[in-house]
């Protein structure tokens, strides 16, 4: 089975402080991790996955095997970063592709 | 085009009508998914389908009837729908089946009288 855990489901930051959106997971094989974001009235969108090792809009996130996460981060956060983050774990299964959703944590970036 | 394309956007409906939602792409995506997201919670997969067969049905109830006629078109049939299925309805796509990342459609807003 895989899982995806989120511990926080709302993140309050000044503008300027740094950020960081915890995700752990589990699952048995060789895990690709994304971290998905959702701005308010848009839709679902990629922000990065961890095989690219890219910094976007100036987040990073590493994989961790050791620790099973895969955490985000940012060092100064903007008010444009206020959304939901869903971290998502895809597996193979019977030759589909499964992305198992973390319960996902709003982040609030404060003027 | 670089979108997915779902209609309607909101859909009111009796639980003894019949309906569907219908997701277009054409990107030249082989893979395509739906999803169900109720309020404040993560999406939750129900169907996936891989070179229009159906690869994976996460134990959805038959009232949920998925169809692909096309590579680029996927539907979701509607019946006897019980209040409960209220919710938004994701459709996503990606180039292949293997790990790939998804790309999302706005959704179609769901609600049962």
């Known amino acids: 089975a895989q899982r995806v855990t989120q511990p926080e489901k709302l993140l309050s930051v000044f503008k300027g402080a740094p950020v960081e959106l915890k995700c752990n997971y589990s699952?048995?094989?060789?895990?690709?991790l994304f971290w998905y974001v959702q701005y308010s009235r848009q839709r679902l969108q990629l922000l990065l996955r961890h095989i690219s090792r890219e910094s976007i809009k100036g987040f990073t996130a590493d994989l961790n095997k050791g620790e099973t996460s895969f955490h985000l981060k940012k060092p100064f956060a903007q008010e444009e970063d206020s959304a939901m983050y869903y971290c998502?774990?895809?597996?193979?299964?019977?030759?589909?592709?499964?992305?198992?959703f973390g319960g996902g944590t709003r982040l609030m970036v404060k003027p | 085009d670089t979108e997915v394309t779902q209609t309607p956007k909101h859909l009111v409906m009796g639980m003894t009508n019949k309906k569907s939602l219908k997701c277009e792409q054409h990107m030249g995506h082989r893979a395509m998914y739906w999803y169900k997201q109720k309020a404040k919670k993560p999406p939750e997969l129900m169907f996936v389908?891989?070179?229009?067969?159906?690869?994976i049905n996460e134990s959805v109830p038959s009232r949920f009837s998925p169809e692909c006629p096309n590579s680029s078109l996927l539907n979701l049939h509607l019946h006897a729908l019980q209040p409960e299925d209220s919710a938004l309805y994701l459709c996503a796509s990606s180039q292949y089946t293997g790990i790939q990342p998804q790309h999302f459609g706005d959704g179609t807003r769901l609600s049962i009288l």
């Open positions: 389908y891989s070179y229009e067969k159906l690869s």
């Open positions: 699952y048995s094989g060789s895990p690709e």
């Open positions: 998502a774990l895809s597996g193979s299964r019977n030759a589909g592709n499964m992305l198992t």
